[in-house]
């Protein structure tokens, strides 16, 4: 197999994964906070400072809001065009995982580090979704792969150490610094396992360095210039003390902390043994060995660092890379039971997702009798048959595959098939029971010809501004009462908001739309209203 080849089936992989209904379902999570900042900068707002509520977001750099903008402005104002930027993320990761692991691991092992990578729960769960987590991984994926691959090959000091750190510095503008922490614990762990630590004090990494907080400090230092600097400090204090001293420390999330980890990385923790097997590194050259001597230890200690309080499962997402590039040749040996058991879970998956081929009509056809927006029955149980059935025949292809290849991709089209359900038959039940899309239609729906929503003291509430991203009445945020408009107008308010609101606006009849949700006692409300001069 050629590289060029791995890639077309890693490319058929992922479409089959993160494609298939990417835009059907209503935003969720933090979604909103993210996409629309994006939003404010397509209609004319900085670039530079993310706005979100008519505020500075000084919470995050703007790197994901950049992609989803520039994802926007060529596809359109949708959510399948803010969640691109996270899928094609992935298949970036994948790409350098395939072809920058030349020299270091034979082409059928890049495309098994490729599909681990990308079956994994988290990276499916994640990467479907507008979030941070994504990009941040890949940037800091891409780094750990590049350094990995390039040092074990006794690569240029200068390659090793400058590229790596300009994706880490692209990552900074994603997220906060927490993937160096990983990037390191790997690094560290090889260099001294190889006996080689003094590379660490050489030129080349110091420059490393110096090209990862240019790229960071080309952002921040026009950035601070541009917001309040007390605000930026208190709001970089408040997040520094809550996840380093945990402030935010629940007992119920911190015992599911390790659970939840290990179920975030399924199936392919399942394998992490194999890592302490005798012979794991046999036949390997010199630093290639290290890497996995090394690399096991800093990927163990890392993932139970979500043991210490404050520590929440997504943070060590950084991980995903490493550990797939490192398990990848260790499947490829794997001992010949691992094998047998590997086969006949598949086996075990595949008549599960077999039978909900089978039911995908009645599914459909029971999300539709209900109102769903849904394909046909016929139409959908066809087409999730006739994409089982081709996934059968690749299956078949097992005798022109190295065993472990054909196991992963077996795994692979698993998920390709779950993911087609999904998108034809729980996509539909899903959007039954939304209801920040459904509130949207209503405000549209209550709003007279030409009016315009005013969002009062929205901030960074995420599923207000997801349920704004829906609107297509025109609004305008008011962050405080002074940039409320002087005379009659309509007013979106949180529920929290909603008495201090009363007392400095004199509302006109009953609200005209009210949205119940569980985490607030009032309902947030489209209420008609006068601000009290």
């Not at 030349?102 to 890049?110: A, C, K, M, P, V």
């Not at 780094?143 to 880490?168: D, E, H, K, T, Y």
């Amino acid at each position: 197999m050629n590289r060029f080849t791995a890639l077309l089936i890693a490319a058929a992989l992922w479409a089959g994964i993160f494609l298939p209904g990417l835009g059907s379902t209503e935003l969720k999570g933090e979604e909103g906070r993210r996409i629309m900042p994006a939003v404010t900068m397509m209609e004319g707002g900085s670039w530079l400072v993310p706005y979100v509520g008519g505020k500075p977001f000084l919470r995050k750099p703007p790197l994901v809001q950049w992609c989803i903008a520039g994802s926007m402005k060529i596809f359109g104002r949708n959510a399948w065009a803010a969640r691109l930027p996270s899928a094609l993320s992935v298949l970036a990761l994948a790409a350098v995982m395939i072809f920058c692991t030349r020299g270091w691991l034979i082409t059928e092992q890049s495309l098994l580090a490729a599909i681990v990578m990308m079956t994994q729960v988290a990276t499916i769960e994640k990467c479907r979704l507008a979030e941070l987590d994504a990009i941040y991984v890949a940037l800091s994926g891409i780094a750990m792969v590049l350094w990995m691959s390039w040092w074990s090959q006794g690569r240029s000091p200068w390659l090793v150490w400058i590229v790596p750190m300009l994706f880490n510095g692209l990552a900074l503008l994603a997220k906060a610094p927490l993937h160096l922490l990983f990037f390191y614990a790997v690094v560290v762990a090889a260099l001294v396992a190889a006996r080689e630590a003094r590379q660490l004090l050489t030129a080349a990494h110091g420059i490393g360095l110096a090209v990862m907080a240019i790229i960071f400090l080309a952002w921040l230092l026009p950035f601070h210039q541009q917001v309040d600097p007390a605000a930026l400090a208190k709001t970089a204090g408040r997040q520094m003390i809550e996840r380093f001293t945990g402030a935010e420390f629940d007992v119920g999330n911190w015992a599911m902390s390790l659970p939840n980890t290990i179920s975030n990385h399924l199936p392919w923790i399942l394998f992490l043994p194999l890592f302490w097997r005798r012979d794991a590194d046999a036949g390997q050259h010199e630093r290639t060995a290290a890497l996995l001597r090394g690399g096991r230890w800093a990927l163990l200690g890392c993932f139970l660092l979500v043991a210490v309080p404050g520590m929440l499962p997504r943070y060590v997402q950084p991980l995903v890379a490493p550990f797939s590039v490192l398990l990848a040749p260790v499947l490829w040996d794997c001992p010949r039971r691992i094998r047998h058991w590997w086969r006949y879970s598949a086996f075990g998956m595949t008549l599960i997702v077999f039978f909900g081929a089978v039911f995908a009509p009645f599914a459909v056809a029971g999300a539709v009798a209900r109102g769903g927006d849904a394909l046909p029955p016929a139409v959908a149980g066809l087409g999730v048959l006739l994409v089982f059935a081709g996934t059968l025949m690749l299956v078949s292809l097992r005798r022109r595959l190295h065993e472990a290849v054909h196991l992963a991709l077996w795994t692979a089209l698993i998920a390709v098939m779950a993911m087609v359900l999904f998108a034809t038959c729980a996509a539909p039940w899903m959007r039954l029971k939304e209801d920040i899309r459904p509130f949207a239609e209503s405000m549209d729906a209550a709003m007279p010809e030409g009016g315009t929503i005013v969002a009062y003291s929205i901030d960074d509430y995420a599923p207000l501004l997801a349920s704004l991203f829906y609107l297509k009445t025109p609004f305008i945020y008011a962050p405080d009462v002074k940039s409320a408009p002087a005379g009659e107008a309509i007013y979106l308010v949180r529920g929290k908001d909603w008495e201090k609101f009363s007392r400095k606006f004199r509302l006109i009849g009953e609200p005209l739309v009210a949205r119940v949700t569980q985490d607030e006692k009032e309902p947030s409300v489209l209420v008609r209203a006068v601000r009290i001069e």
